[in-house]
């Protein structure tokens, strides 16, 4: 009987040991969500960090599919439709990827919302694809969404700040 206890006694610790450290992520999890008009806007993200890092064109490769963040996929989520860049994008949730480049970047909102990183990213499911230029911006540690005046959204990372249009 006591064998019986100390096996679950162990199997708490060890579950528990878990939880503990899947709060401790690297790149910790962090929400963004505004209104614009009347649709709610929502983004769910995991933050790397800087550390040092050469960002854009080395950790982050110029011209491939980047999962915007860590771990998980980004989702983006309207409860409305909206225009984005001047497109239109249904309400829903989607993954959010991009494609960096040195001057443009390509932004994509991807049906498939449940996935890991870009691993399995399929061009296919690609409801809408939009381009950004890249600005310079002060040193941000941590990659961070933010809601500007007159419905823009900023993605900051390192010095390079991608702005995005969103009216609803």
């Known amino acids: 009987m006591k064998a019986k206890h100390m ?4 199997v708490a610790m060890f579950s528990l040991g878990n939880l503990s450290a899947q709060e401790k992520r690297a790149s910790p999890p962090a929400t ?14 995991s933050q790397p960090s800087v550390k040092g890092r050469k960002i854009y064109g080395d950790l ?12 998980e996929a980004t989702t983006f989520s309207t409860d409305k439709d909206l225009m984005v860049n001047g497109k239109k994008l249904p ?11 040195e001057k443009e970047w390509t932004v994509i909102f991807n049906k498939v919302a449940k996935q890991w990183g870009a691993y399995k990213y399929d061009e296919k499911e ?18 961070t969404f933010k809601a500007g005046k007159n419905g823009m959204l900023y993605l900051d990372w390192a010095e390079t700040r991608i702005p995005i249009a969103i009216k609803a």
Not at 60 to 71: D, E, F, I, Q, S
Not at 132 to 142: G, H, R, Y
Request: charged fraction near 20%; aromatic fraction near 8%; glycine fraction near 8%.
């Open 60 to 71: 982050v490769p110029y011209g491939k599919v980047w999962r915007t963040g860590a771990n």
């Open 7 to 10: 096996v679950l006694a162990l």
């Open 126 to 143: 690609d409801v809408l694809r939009i381009t950004a230029k890249p600005v310079k911006t002060e040193m941000t540690e941590k990659m």
């Open 91 to 101: 309400a829903g949730t989607y993954a959010l990827f991009t494609i960096p480049g």
């Open 32 to 45: 963004m969500e505004v209104k614009v008009g009347e649709a709610t806007v929502t983004i769910n993200y």
